[in-house]
């Protein structure tokens, strides 16, 4: 009887390779189906190690995307090699170190993402539910974003995404993506002291955003990524060294324009943009948060959902 | 094909809107539908946008910065 293949960390990683290497394998990441080619063994054991959760899908009859990450065919590859992300065929950036490839699927995945799924309001912000009820993130890269949002994700919070945060425009409900955590430089030496269960992509150093690695999502977060979360907190968190942690209100007419400046399709989207962001600041707390340690965060945060209250209605608003 | 004179008595009823505007105890956002734009006004600015956008502001009267910004917003002579 044949083994029972449900799960990617099912597979064998000689079996996943291979399946990888003839683009049969796919990966259903929240709502989206990406179908993924690359014959590169470092992708493959990057697979196996950080989607082990997540459904096993072989030559689906559907995927959303179909992505390739391969070498491309210029002389460098000869004397220093190179992956390429491809898109339907298409690569939409330049090609990056060949040690670089696992790395460059996941962000490649991301792009893809932000670039095509305007059927959402696409921030570029972590996102984490508890109770039903869910916290957005939506610092700039070095705020200390992810490092918190993977801290939340090990400590009682399920984990929606640490890039993107997807928002139905009718019902503002967050989507799940479950994706692996892109941590940086001393994040994660940090991470792994704070979560030593976890598992990681091998680290890889001299990208542009320094030293990376990425986590694999809590595989409780994984099994629920088709669960949506309605916003109810947004938090621009930024990391202080030695710094106590520091709550602070934020108003929300300033809120705003750094909601629309982190979207990634506000002005693709107009009018409903517009109206996406003023419900969502309606149903939603505003703060700043300082913070230096992940123990004091995790208080904090652990407090917010505790306390919280049912939505108020504090606004009005409407076309002239 | 709708009759000219249906469309200028529907115009008359529902006169064509060119900002959305929401507000909060802080201030108000606006969104421009003409040109895309979206200006995000503290509360004082809020007040001198709600007084010249229902035509009760002295421009005279107005500090730069809202006149500044109000120019930009069209919203000056």
């Keep these: ?320 | 094909m709708t009759e000219p004179s249906v469309v200028a008595s529907l115009a008359e009823v529902q006169p064509p809107t060119r900002y959305l505007i929401h507000e909060w105890i802080d201030g108000c956002v606006v969104f421009d539908l003409d040109t895309g734009d979206t200006h995000a006004l503290d509360a004082t600015m809020a007040k001198h946008f709600r007084a010249r956008h229902e035509g009760g502001a002295d421009e005279a009267a107005m500090p730069d910065s809202a006149h500044a910004l109000l120019a930009q917003m069209d919203l000056l002579g």
Aim: glycine share 6%; charged share 25%.
């Design chain 1, 1 to 320: 009887m044949a083994p029972r293949r449900e799960k990617i960390g099912d597979l064998d990683v000689s079996e996943l390779r291979d399946m990888l290497a003839r683009g049969e394998l796919a990966i259903r990441t929240g709502p989206l189906t990406f179908r993924i080619q690359c014959d590169f063994p470092d992708v493959a054991a990057s697979i196996h190690s950080l989607y082990a959760a997540h459904p096993v899908l072989i030559r689906p009859d559907f995927a959303d995307f179909h992505v390739a990450v391969r070498s491309p065919h210029n002389l460098r590859r000869w004397f220093r090699p190179q992956a390429e992300f491809f898109i339907d065929g298409d690569p939409p950036f330049e090609p990056l170190p060949r040690d670089q490839a696992p790395a460059l699927l996941e962000w490649g995945m991301n792009w893809t993402i932000a670039a095509s799924c305007h059927q959402w309001f696409s921030i570029h912000a972590a996102s984490l539910e508890r109770n039903g009820r869910a916290v957005i993130f939506p610092a700039p890269p070095g705020s200390g974003k992810s490092t918190l949002c993977a801290a939340l994700a090990w400590r009682g919070w399920r984990l929606l995404s640490d890039e993107l945060t997807l928002l139905d425009p009718d019902t503002l409900r967050a989507n799940a993506l479950a994706r692996p955590i892109n941590l940086k430089n001393a994040s994660i030496e940090l991470l792994r002291s704070f979560s030593p269960d976890a598992e990681w992509s091998p680290e890889t150093y001299d990208t542009s955003k320094g030293w990376v690695a990425h986590m694999r999502p809590p595989a409780g977060s994984v099994a629920r990524m088709h669960e949506q979360a309605m916003p109810r907190w947004i938090v621009f968190p930024r990391y202080v060294p030695d710094a106590e942690p520091m709550l602070t209100p934020r108003s929300k007419t300033a809120t705003f324009m750094p909601i629309a400046e982190n979207a990634f399709n506000y002005g693709t989207l107009g009018r409903t943009g517009f109206e996406v962001i003023t419900r969502l600041l309606d149903q939603c707390d505003c703060y700043d948060f300082i913070y230096s340690r992940l123990e004091d965060a995790i208080e904090v945060f652990d407090w917010i959902a505790e306390s919280d209250q049912e939505p108020r209605q504090v606004s009005s608003g409407g076309g002239t």
